[in-house]
């Protein structure tokens, strides 16, 4: 599980001051570790609070690490959280919370809205999210995406305007093609030529991070191979070092490229594969079921082969923060970066299919239902992900608000979710009362564990006959076939159940 909760916080209460000055915590933070390195992590979200103590607890090196955020309601409250001993992100993975327990017995790690933070930073990591606007036709398919860097070139010039002239700025945030060229770099210059300072000094480099939310968070940033690239040698040297520190390169690899366009390109190319390979299996999961056939068994049949085995499956759809809108990025930065005529329409079209697949398995429930808006649903799962409590742009969201349209009545369920933000929705963690009321109908629109349990299969045996609609192909053959014995089931991508509805 990974989400940011409130509701962690004992039920302290973290109001925005009227007057904002951590001047006096700061400086008294820096006196106390004179002999340390000073990492600052700009962006306390899912990658940055994590980065921050990952850094906090280095292999090879002592670090006092600040992260840094907006005086804001939706980041103030981390600020507070975290030098109250709070970690703010409830995660499935109990390294966090044991990383954060190191970082407070050793006083290493403070969390600030200061930017003067940046003025004593030896490295400034940026983690700061930077989104695409999606503009849909009247039909809700995607008709048009823009890029707004004005927040990204804010969080840089901050950086610029007061950090020291032989600082390492090391971009994570995952950016357009281009950018830490084209974008990052003339900002820091600009910045340091108003105040007379050098710029043969600073570097400048990109690492992208491939986190993995669930229970292996940090070994996904600390034991994982990585990327990196520099605008010069000096860059790349410094941004080497600097991840040696961090990341335990005896399991992994450090891989340097050209400058930092390759690396930039390499975590949008990464992402861009992903995102259009579940596309392209979309298709054929309808003509799997236009067949009769079982596109699962198809899909494993072909994984046996070396070179196929990372073909996707059919689902509800693609979720989470990069998927959906790294593709975008990259069109979007060939065209308005470099120049180019047309953008990477591939890959936009892979967002495009994957961004309708929740309305088409809508419109599969519609055909296999009658009467949909009169039936009481049970939703199984909110997340965008298997055994994760993300919600972010969750394609489950979709599926949840065509319903809604539809007038139909429904419960929800997650073991990882207590309240769905982006629907401001309850959501039930047992079991048992979503499927008290016998629901018409049982959709699996999340990959959890417990979903394909014997204990909850034997729960929905017991409720009165109903539709059984599996979205992401988890239930097994055996267990479809005992759940027929008294359901109607369908799958999403397969044509082979033999049904009565």
Known sequence: MAKFSKNSLNGKSYRIPDVLDDSVALEDFISQHPSKKIVVVQGLG???????????????????????????????????SINDGVFPLVAEDPNIAHLFEQARSRGNFLATYDEVAYKYADVVIVDINLDVQKSTDANDVLSDFSVDLSSFKSAIKSIGSNCREDALILVETTVPPGTCKKIVQPIIEAEFTKRGLSLRKYKLGHSYERVMPGPDYISSIRNFPRVYSGINDLSADAVELFLHTIIDTSRCNLTRLSNTNATEIAKVLENSYRATNIAFVVEWSRFAEEAGVDLYSIVNAIRDRPTHANLMFPGIGVGGYCLTKDPLLASWARKSLFGAKSGLAMSVNGVLVNDQMPKYAYQFLQRVTYELNTKRVSLLGVSYRGDVGDTRFSPVQKLFELLSAAGVKMTLHDPYVSFWEECEQK?????????KDNPDIVIISAGHSIYKQECTINKILK?????????????????????????????LGRGDLDNDN
């Open 463 to 491: 409720i009165k006959p109903a539709v059984i609609y599996d979205t992401l192909g988890l239930l097994t053959d055996d267990q479809i076939e005992l759940l027929m014995s008294k359901h109607s089931v369908y799958v």
């Open 46 to 80: 899912f990658v940055g609070a994590v980065m921050a103590l990952v850094c906090a607890n280095a292999f090879t090196e002592e670090y006092a690490v600040i992260g840094i955020d907006l005086p804001n309601e939706n980041s103030y409250w981390k600020i507070r």
């Open 427 to 435: 959501i039930y963690s047992d079991i048992d009362a979503v499927l």
